[in-house]
């Protein structure tokens, strides 16, 4: 159970406590929660009244956020995330100031939400960590060239394989998208991106054409199934083909005449 100076910690208003005497009060809890048992009711008091005292860490963070869309709410529960993480891994016996020690972890804590979270579509955080790494470097190589850098100079500043910067440079265009119902820049008409998106694939009806095809050539003669196989698959002449099966060009023109002609018949309209 908590001792009567606990009680009393607990009847204050945690928030109102200076920075100082937080951090003399914290010192004391960590001391405590040493020595409690983890998953003790006690021991859960005290942590979360070291989180209530610490809480100003907390905001300290966020503010540094304010300019991001996200909700304050959101960013200050993931920093408080953050804080309780550093609480639980603290060990005072290293002689660290829990100040020191707890904001970096807030800090990385509210990074990686925005990091998670700030993406139009959903990539790997490796390629998020060489995202930022490629902004960085090149702002650092335009401000000494004067220009945009190009894909070798990327590779060679940060010691990159060029496949991999092309691979990080492509990431970025995940970060935002735009909607198919946005105006349609470059016209004075009231197009849509959906109206300049796509084209007529007319390779698409020679798939239908070939899926309607397939039961009628495997009902075809062996012979004639490899005179398609030569003319169409290996892509021969009339005169190859006809090297290869000893007969002659004439010969080989009409089979593939007769055999067009059938395949022919089950795609026309009776």
């Not at 953050?82 to 804590?109: C, M, Q, Y």
């Not at 009902?219 to 490899?226: C, I, M, N, S, T």
Request: net charge negative.
């Amino acid at each position: 159970m908590p001792s009567p100076a606990a009680d009393n910690l607990a009847s204050a208003d945690l928030s109102s406590i200076a920075p100082a005497d937080a951090r003399v009060l914290s010192k004391t809890l960590f001391a405590r929660l040493d020595a409690l048992e983890e998953g003790t009711a006690e021991y859960s008091y005290v942590r979360n009244t070291l989180v209530e005292l610490n809480l100003a860490l907390v905001h300290f963070a966020a503010r540094q956020f304010h300019s991001r869309t996200e909700s304050a709410e959101d960013v200050l529960q993931v920093g408080t995330i953050g804080l309780i993480k550093a609480i639980n891994r603290f060990d005072p016996s290293h002689g660290v100031e829990f100040v020191t020690f707890a904001l970096p972890t807030i800090f990385g804590e509210i990074k990686r939400f925005f990091r998670d979270t700030t993406w139009a579509l959903r990539v790997p955080r490796r390629l998020k960590e060489l995202r930022l790494t490629l902004d960085k470097a090149t702002a650092d190589l335009e401000q000494c060239l004067g220009r945009p850098p190009t894909v070798a100079e990327l590779s060679t500043h940060l010691h990159l394989d060029a496949e991999e910067v092309l691979e990080g440079l492509g990431a970025a265009n995940s970060y935002n998208t735009l909607s198919l119902d946005a105006p349609f820049e470059g016209t004075d008409r009231d197009d849509a991106l959906a109206d300049h998106v796509g084209f007529e694939d007319h390779d698409l009806e020679l798939v239908e054409e070939l899926t309607t095809l397939q039961p009628v050539i495997a009902a075809l003669p062996e012979r004639d199934r490899k005179i398609l196989a030569i003319r169409f698959g290996r892509e021969m002449t009339q005169r190859e083909i006809a090297d290869e099966l000893g007969v002659s060009q004439m010969h080989v023109s009409r089979l593939l005449a007769r055999i067009l002609a059938k395949l022919r018949s089950h795609l026309t309209p009776q």
